[in-house]
């Protein structure tokens, strides 16, 4: 038996190529099984805390963007800061005082910002029917909308749009917002523009957090009418950009609309308010001849407690630590039951995922899920850091579409970490892949494993694997089933002593795809294991030909009325060709010279720009190593 010690810290992981040792938690790797796109969105946030981060997505909203007035970029903070109208966005996103009135300088500076880090941008709009007509600070219980302190705010104008919008009409028009953001970098089809919306910010809350915007709670039939105008407004102006809605903060905005008024009226046989919604929005849908609703966009942040609830502090008592790093089993453990309040009264929605996932399939088949708003508190402490990274594992195997961050303290370190480890490990830029993998564990309470390879290639296997023990070290036995072997691993971790992520001395020798590993108590580690072309073992892929099938990343909706979009998953330069065929095999449109990670919009249309008609279409995707095909139906 040959052994190698790895010193960290006060701990050492002991790495074994082969160990008579029992093993106290078993993890089964399976290259061959489980395969899915992740999608790339789950790394995302809504603020850029330290900036190594390596973010794919941001998103604008919060509070503050309910009364957001796009004209002069005025906005009001409601109950969170007395209910001051003032310029605090625009000085918050560090815009430069004398650009503060320009039309649209907070969205242009936002998604700006996020082109040159190459990230996808998501831009909340107004539905509570008003925004903030000046800055001038507190406005009183007897300014309350209507007053003149407050404009209009419609999503449709009826006119013809103006890039330099009118501050004295009295309104706002939201349609021409979009207007303006593809004026100036194009639509969601184009490289550079904006590609999703949400349907504002919590509107259960409204009579909360905005009294002085909305007094009154909002409706069910209320938030489904200005959600189906607001979108319809949204893509007659760019077709092709997604909407998410409806951006709901918890789970009794989930339940029942923060027992809206008509709940019980409109409810039917529905068991929650999610599929109402999704029923509803279908249905507008169909009538309009789109989809009106393209991502499922929910906010989660836990109830579980330990001594206290989870969130919302940075550190807290050891059973609050423990009951964080158990509480992402919420997300999809149907076994798991948290100590919290939904646990105990509406146990049968936990796990939400699924319960997510069960809605969409029921009420609207191809609606995606979105968490825009989530944090498991704990920043300061590895027990964050543990339940973050278990967090952001769990949104890639469970397919979850779009993530994006809340902070929540003003120091963060191990959240910053959790997405390092996948996103940064090695100082790099270098990444978890994108393809999720089976991968289970013997001990679900004492740890996690997911297991991931960029595309189909089977020589770079990436681990992440997690003790969430409080107490000991655990030995791991690592079994890998795949038709690659593995002969060494680099190893990156954080831990209970630092944030920061180590670089660890590497496994230079793995004996027949099988490791044994000591971990030490809370620790996350990030292995990559490699191998050679040449020790693929033999049998498995040596009469398969070069080019191979691949399962192309996503193509929604299917089927479609209006457009699709076909993502293809290839994550290096290519000649890569997408074509579509009738059922005849006769050519109906091409897509040449694609880049890497890219999409296409197909609008129904053939090569000459003409109407095809309904029926089952074969889109076929081809470049020098790769081919695939798969079937999309098209209704008019």
Known sequence: MKTFQIIMTAAFIALYSFSALSADITLEIKTGE?????SSYIYGTNQLLSGTENWTARRIGGNRLTGYNWENNASNAGKDNNHVSDGWLTSSYGIPAGESDVPGRLLTHFHETNLSMNLHSMITVQMAGFVSKDKAGIV??????????????????NAEFSLEPNLDDGFVYLDEMVNFL??????AADEGGVEAYALDNEPALWSNTHPRIHPENATCTELINRSIEMSKAIKQVDPECEIFGPCLYGFMAFYSLQNANDWNSVRGSKKWFIEYYLERMKFAGLIAGKRLLDVLDVHWYPEARGDNRIVFNSTGSLKDAQARVQAPRSLWDHDYLEDSWIAASFSTFLPLVPNLKSAIDKYYPGTRIAITEYSYGGENEISGGIAMADVLGIFGKYDVYYATYWQTSSSYPYHSAAFRIYRNYDGENSTFGN???HAETSDIVS??????MFDEDESELHLIVINKDFDDSKLFEINIQSSQIYERAEIYAFDETSAAIKELTPIDTITDNHITIEIPRLTVAHMVLTGTASAVRYGDHLDEPLRRSFELLNIYPNPFNASCRIEYPVSVSSDGTLSIFNLKGESIKSFAQLPAWGHVIWNGLNGNGHPVPSGIYIIRYLDSSREASMKITYMK
Request: aromatic share 10%; net charge positive.
């Open 447 to 452: 740890s996690s494993v997911y297991a991931s």
């Open 182 to 187: 593809v004026a100036t970098y194009g639509g």
């Open 34 to 38: 489980g395969r899915k796109a992740i």
């Open 140 to 157: 009183s219980e007897a300014e309350t909308a209507p007053s003149g302190r407050w404009v209009e705010a419609l999503p449709f104008k």
């Open 435 to 437: 393809t999720s993998l």
